[in-house]
């Protein structure tokens, strides 16, 4: 929540050098968004090699939004920065397959019917 305030200067003045700071210190205590955000900036940088690392480690992990940003590159089919493909279809296909799995472990039927009272209550 730190790295968003600063990034986003909601509240603060807003601080990339922080944001990212906050974001790093999340990341490596397992914060899946936090490593999430950090793809961001480095994509936002040119470093692909950088943002798509940070992307593969949370989706591996069950983290659906960095699945998704996998996802949306795959689909572009090449960098927007080098010209050449982002990765192979082979990687993306393993990528997804341990996403799929780490979900599955986290599946239960109370944990189901909690996002279900979330939704209903507009939280999710």
């Known amino acids: 929540m730190l790295g968003d305030t600063y990034d986003t200067g909601n509240g603060v003045a807003k601080d990339p050098k ?7 210190q999340a990341a490596m205590q397992g914060h899946l968004q936090a490593r999430r955000e950090l ?4 994509h936002g940088r040119g470093n692909m090699e950088r943002a798509k690392r940070h992307w593969k480690i949370s989706a591996k992990a069950g983290h659906t ?3 998704e940003e996998l996802r949306v590159r795959m689909e572009k089919g090449r ?3 080098t010209g050449k493909p982002c990765f ?3 990687e993306y296909d393993e990528i997804l397959r341990i996403h799929e799995e780490a979900r599955n472990e986290m599946r239960s039927d109370a944990r189901e ?5 979330l939704a209903r209550l507009g939280h999710l």
């Open 113 to 117: 019917r909690a996002q279900q009272v």
């Open 79 to 81: 960098c927007m920065f």
């Open 65 to 67: 939004l960095s699945m």
């Open 88 to 90: 192979s279809k082979k």
């Open 39 to 42: 793809g961001r900036l480095e």
């Open 18 to 24: 922080k944001a990212e700071r906050f974001y790093q």
